[in-house]
């Protein structure tokens, strides 16, 4: 909530109600998975959350692993996705070799969701697309 900065719900009370929305996002980063560690986890769970104005929080699986994997664009298949581009060098194509992108799974908590609740994954990602055009 604004109160506490969209701070991903570290100052909200502990609730039985969780309200995830249908779907999930994901997010390309041009990192290693090794950079991403539970301090930059939290980080850009954070930066997401006071942008959006939304809740983020990254996704895990059945087993209770955070969804975070090495990325492989050739795996990538265009139907299913939605994407653009923000910035950087290199055009859109990510340098895969070595590890160097991940793919971050994320899903939008609405647990404490006062504003901006957003009821599918793909009204935030349409919102998203709006902001950056």
């Keep these: 909530n604004a109160a506490c900065g969209w ?6 009370p502990d609730t039985d109600h969780k309200k995830p ?14 950079k991403f ?3 930059f986890r939290k980080l850009f769970e954070r930066y997401l959350s006071l942008k959006l104005q939304t809740n983020l929080k990254v996704k ?9 994997y090495p990325f492989d664009q050739s795996e990538m298949v265009e139907e ?12 859109g ?4 070799e070595g ?8 899903e939008v908590d609405n647990s404490q969701c006062v504003v901006n609740c ?16």
Excluded: W
């Design 7 to 12: 701070d991903g719900g570290d100052c909200a």
């Design 80 to 91: 299913e996705a939605f994407s653009f581009y923000t910035g950087g060098s290199g055009g």
């Design 93 to 96: 194509t990510f340098y895969t």
């Design 99 to 106: 590890n160097f992108a991940i793919i971050v799974y994320m």
């Design 118 to 133: 957003y009821q599918k994954s793909g009204d935030l990602a349409n919102y998203m697309a709006a902001a950056l055009s």
């Design 37 to 39: 560690h539970d301090q």
């Design 21 to 34: 929305t249908d779907g999930s996002l994901y997010f390309v980063l041009a990192m290693s998975i090794e």
């Design 60 to 68: 895990h699986d059945e087993n209770g692993h955070a969804m975070v």
